[in-house]
């Protein structure tokens, strides 16, 4: 079926820069919105960036100007540039999409198997 699969995960110094890849391969129809989530620890998953497929946007206000969430539609990849990074981004990320993996189905949602991204002081 469908999966994701995160990529581009690192440890970096605050101020520095992470891209993040997501790459949905499998039995996919149609997707709809793709997006990135992060749950750091001991804190609940939250969201931090989402597109959907006719490319509106919306960001934590966490992340809002650091951050930025685009699409390569044609490949099923969805990336996420990190800019001005903090201690406090420090979480696993990971992909999601909203997915109709075969003709007629349900929108279904998938998430991948989540990359660490730890930023240092």
């Known amino acids: 079926q469908v999966q994701l699969v995160e990529s581009g995960g690192d440890l970096v110094q605050a101020g520095g820069s992470l891209r993040l890849s997501c790459a949905a391969s499998?039995?996919?129809?149609?997707?709809?919105?793709m997006g990135w989530h992060r749950q750091a620890p001991g804190k609940q998953r939250e969201l931090v960036a989402r597109m959907t497929s006719g490319g509106r946007t919306n960001y934590a206000d966490s992340v809002k100007g650091r951050f930025t969430i685009s699409r390569d539609n044609a490949k099923n990849t969805v990336y996420l540039q990190m800019n001005s990074l903090k201690p406090e981004d420090t979480a696993v990320y990971y992909c999601n999409a909203e997915v109709r993996p075969f003709r007629g189905s349900r929108w279904q949602d998938y998430w991948g198997q989540g990359t660490q991204v730890t930023v240092s002081s």
């Open positions: 499998g039995s996919i129809f149609s997707i709809d919105a």
